[in-house]
């Protein structure tokens, strides 16, 4: 049986009066690639904050392997780039070395710089995303495309189990969209990570993952298989006048 | 000049104001929280006038009503999350209201050297307040430059990495608290965010990583405060007046041999 990396069981959320999760549960299997999906203001990186402990339900319990959010201290194995890092300011003063290094031992020395292993660990994360020559580059002087394998070799650099990403594909272009799917490919089979990714192509993303969280109106519905006829349900969320892209995969089971 | 006593009192002072403040400003500037340094000053104005109205060391008042200015900014930024620089806003106008009915209430007659800045009323009081508290936040800074470091750059992911942002947060914000109560003495409450500013904007215009940039800033904060204190010596003028507007030519000339030299560059490609 494949260990649980999050479950979670009967969450509520809300924004003052406006519950955006109502008793939701759901569960991330070691291996699993994880697509979730949902018209804008569906609660998508609330739900993935929540997972990761930035945010706190209003109810219901979280756990990340296997242990209780709020008793959780093994940050190693958890990777995120989050959405700020996206809209990061373009001046900011840091190599990419730098960007990748503060990750490893972000507590640990003074003003000094990274030693040897750390400075090992910093290129093996850059060699898996392909940018091992870019180490001394302003952040800021690269591209979106290269900026994101960044910050995906940021994530990596601690040897994480699972891999949480809010809309990483926004504003990067189709070519460095193929490479960073090629790239989560190599990962999620070759590394064992686990990948959770919040996408708003559901095309694409549907043929790249084998699950996927539909959101809308508090609600997750969670579906990994040809077993979902979706078709009603991606209705229900996207509305009618929305084209609906259907998706089925050859394994795994429904959730809910 | 150096064999004035006053102006050896101002140079030690200098020197240590010229590490601190921009290397504060660094961080509020990539933070986006330049206008800090403003609201705080402000408050530290009041602090000053209450401590002169009352007979109390002003530049302990100063740094008592900026450290709980900082606190109560802290606490207001996350009661208004989307609004962020409601806080600021609010602290300020605060701080000027203080400000305005201490100054009314009279006693106040010095009050003008704490607006721009004096050299010739630097005591050894100062000194040794200067001294205590310039250490003390340079040293915090070197522990908690990494976590600072992390939080700038993105304040999610430094708190799954484990850094306690909300804790290292209030620590820095009683440090801008602390460097605006030591730097009003010489710069002057309405100059000290220039200072925390501009030595840092001209560092972003040609440094390529972040350590590289506090160090310019640091190079960039001591050369327009050295140069500012000895034309505020010579010509008589105010020194935070001299100090930011030493500060403002070093940015104006960097942007011009940027300029120059991405001038340079177009001419090579276009040959």
């Given at each position: 049986?494949k260990?649980k990396?999050?479950?979670?069981?009967?969450?509520?959320?809300?924004?003052?009066?406006?519950?955006v999760?109502?008793?939701?549960?759901?569960?991330i299997?070691?291996?699993?690639?994880v697509?979730?999906?949902?018209?804008?203001?569906?609660?998508?990186?609330?739900?993935?904050?929540?997972?990761?402990?930035?945010?706190?339900?209003?109810?219901?319990?979280?756990?990340?392997?296997?242990?209780?959010?709020?008793?959780?201290?093994?940050?190693?194995k958890?990777?995120?780039?989050?959405?700020?890092?996206?809209?990061?300011?373009?001046?900011?003063?840091?190599?990419?070395?730098?960007?990748?290094?503060i990750?490893?031992?972000?507590?640990?020395?003074?003003?000094?710089?990274?030693?040897?292993?750390?400075?090992?660990?910093?290129e093996?994360?850059?060699?898996?995303?392909?940018?091992?020559?870019?180490?001394?580059?302003?952040?800021?002087?690269?591209?979106?495309?290269?900026?994101?394998?960044?910050?995906?070799?940021?994530?990596?650099?601690?040897?994480?189990?699972?891999?949480?990403?809010?809309?990483?594909?926004?504003?990067v272009?189709?070519?460095?969209?193929?490479?960073?799917?090629?790239?989560?490919?190599?990962?999620?089979k070759?590394?064992?990570?686990?990948?959770?990714?919040?996408?708003?192509?559901?095309?694409?993303?549907?043929?790249?993952?084998n699950?996927?969280?539909?959101?809308?109106?508090?609600?997750?519905?969670?579906?990994?298989?040809?077993?979902?006829?979706?078709?009603?349900?991606?209705?229900?969320?996207?509305?009618?006048?929305?084209?609906?892209?259907?998706?089925?995969?050859?394994?795994?089971?429904?959730?809910? | 000049?150096?064999?004035?006593?006053f102006?050896?009192k101002?140079?030690?002072?200098?020197?240590?104001?010229?590490?601190?403040?921009?290397?504060?400003?660094?961080f509020?500037?990539?933070?986006?929280?330049?206008?800090?340094?403003?609201?705080?000053?402000?408050?530290?104005?009041?602090?000053?006038?209450?401590?002169?109205?009352?007979?109390?060391?002003?530049?302990?008042?100063?740094?008592?009503?900026?450290?709980?200015a900082?606190?109560?900014?802290?606490g207001?930024?996350?009661?208004?999350?989307?609004?962020?620089?409601?806080?600021?806003?609010?602290?300020?106008?605060?701080?000027?209201?203080?400000?305005?009915?201490?100054?009314?209430?009279g006693?106040?007659q010095?009050?003008?050297?704490?607006?721009?800045?004096?050299?010739?009323?630097?005591?050894?009081?100062?000194?040794?307040?200067?001294?205590?508290?310039?250490?003390?936040?340079?040293?915090?800074?070197?522990?908690?430059?990494?976590?600072?470091?992390?939080?700038?750059?993105?304040?999610?992911?430094?708190?799954?990495?484990?850094?306690?942002?909300?804790?290292?947060?209030?620590?820095?914000?009683?440090?801008?608290?602390?460097?605006?109560?030591?730097?009003?003495?010489?710069?002057?409450?309405?100059?000290?965010?220039?200072?925390?500013?501009?030595?840092?904007a001209?560092?972003?215009?040609?440094?390529?990583?972040f350590?590289?940039?506090?160090?310019?800033?640091?190079?960039?904060?001591?050369?327009?405060?050295?140069?500012?204190?000895?034309?505020?010596?010579?010509?008589?003028?105010?020194?935070?007046?001299?100090?930011?507007?030493?500060?403002?030519?070093?940015?104006?000339?960097?942007?011009?041999?940027?300029?120059?030299?991405?001038?340079?560059?177009?001419?090579?490609?276009?040959?």
């Amino acid at each position: 049986m494949k260990k649980k990396i999050v479950v979670g069981k009967n969450i509520e959320f809300s924004y003052g009066n406006n519950k955006v999760l109502d008793d939701v549960s759901f569960h991330i299997d070691e291996g699993d690639f994880v697509g979730i999906i949902g018209p804008n203001g569906s609660a998508k990186s609330t739900l993935l904050k929540l997972m990761l402990g930035l945010l706190k339900p209003d109810q219901g319990t979280i756990e990340l392997f296997g242990e209780r959010l709020d008793k959780f201290t093994d940050f190693q194995k958890i990777g995120y780039i989050s959405q700020n890092v996206r809209d990061f300011n373009q001046m900011f003063p840091a190599t990419v070395e730098e960007i990748i290094g503060i990750n490893i031992s972000p507590r640990k020395g003074m003003f000094k710089g990274l030693k040897t292993e750390k400075k090992v660990k910093v290129e093996k994360a850059l060699k898996i995303v392909g940018m091992d020559k870019f180490s001394k580059d302003k952040i800021g002087n690269l591209s979106g495309g290269q900026k994101q394998r960044v910050f995906i070799a940021r994530a990596l650099v601690n040897n994480p189990k699972v891999l949480f990403m809010d809309e990483p594909l926004v504003g990067v272009d189709q070519d460095s969209q193929r490479s960073f799917y090629k790239l989560m490919d190599v990962l999620n089979k070759e590394h064992g990570i686990s990948l959770v990714m919040i996408s708003h192509d559901i095309g694409v993303i549907s043929k790249k993952v084998n699950k996927i969280f539909c959101l809308s109106n508090g609600k997750v519905y969670c579906h990994d298989s040809g077993k979902c006829d979706c078709s009603n349900m991606l209705k229900d969320i996207y509305t009618d006048n929305m084209s609906i892209l259907l998706h089925h995969h050859d394994s795994g089971q429904g959730d809910g | 000049m150096m064999s004035y006593e006053f102006m050896q009192k101002s140079f030690i002072m200098g020197i240590l104001i010229a590490l601190i403040v921009p290397t504060i400003g660094y961080f509020l500037v990539l933070r986006r929280q330049s206008i800090i340094g403003d609201t705080l000053s402000h408050v530290a104005l009041s602090g000053a006038a209450f401590g002169m109205i009352t007979h109390i060391y002003p530049v302990y008042t100063a740094t008592i009503f900026s450290i709980i200015a900082a606190l109560g900014i802290e606490g207001l930024r996350r009661k208004y999350e989307n609004y962020a620089e409601l806080s600021l806003s609010i602290v300020l106008s605060v701080g000027v209201g203080l400000a305005s009915i201490f100054i009314s209430l009279g006693n106040t007659q010095g009050i003008l050297s704490y607006l721009f800045g004096s050299l010739a009323l630097i005591t050894s009081k100062d000194i040794i307040m200067v001294v205590i508290l310039g250490i003390l936040t340079f040293m915090t800074i070197m522990i908690f430059y990494k976590d600072l470091f992390y939080i700038t750059f993105d304040e999610e992911s430094a708190y799954l990495a484990g850094i306690p942002v909300r804790f290292v947060n209030l620590i820095f914000s009683i440090l801008v608290a602390l460097t605006v109560a030591i730097s009003m003495r010489i710069v002057g409450v309405l100059l000290i965010s220039s200072l925390m500013v501009l030595p840092v904007a001209t560092s972003l215009l040609i440094t390529k990583s972040f350590k590289s940039g506090l160090i310019y800033s640091n190079i960039f904060g001591i050369v327009s405060v050295m140069v500012g204190l000895v034309l505020s010596f010579y010509l008589d003028l105010s020194p935070g007046g001299t100090i930011v507007l030493t500060s403002l030519s070093i940015l104006l000339l960097v942007l011009l041999i940027e300029n120059i030299k991405n001038n340079q560059k177009i001419n090579k490609k276009d040959q």
